[in-house]
């Protein structure tokens, strides 16, 4: 069982820069692949960005360039910057974990195990 909180959320500006962290319990977490989801009111839940235990990053075109995902295998956290953020960015924002290669890092269904999610509002 992998247990997942995210924090970091909260109300900005358009425009403004903020960072997401999830921290993962396990003693492998090097070998997790990890993920960024997000879910606004009345849509479904999106792919935001994903990263290979090795450091491989994936993005959603709509926030390549402007978000970039890392993580820590030292601290078992993962994180997000967020960087330009537009009023469109407003959801709340989960992070997910599969402690095994990923092939469709894209896909929700991917991922066993989830966060309870941090809620991220961009005003304009």
């Known amino acids: 069982q992998v247990q997942l909180v995210e924090a970091g959320g909260g109300l900005v500006q358009a425009g403004s820069s903020l960072r997401l962290s999830c921290a993962a319990s396990g003693r492998t977490f090097s070998a997790y692949f990890m993920g960024w989801f997000r879910q606004s009111p009345g849509k479904e839940r999106e792919f935001v960005a994903a990263i290979s235990g090795s450091g491989g990053g994936y993005y959603a075109d709509s926030v390549k360039g402007r978000f970039t995902i890392s993580r820590d295998n030292a601290k078992n956290t993962m994180y997000l910057r967020m960087g330009n953020l537009k009023p469109a960015d407003t959801a709340v924002y989960y992070c997910?974990?599969?402690?095994?290669?990923?092939?469709?890092?894209?896909?929700?269904?991917?991922?066993?195990?989830w966060g309870q999610g941090t809620q991220v509002t961009v005003s304009s």
């Open positions: 997910a974990a599969q402690p095994s290669f990923v092939s469709r890092p894209r896909l929700g269904s991917s991922y066993d195990f």
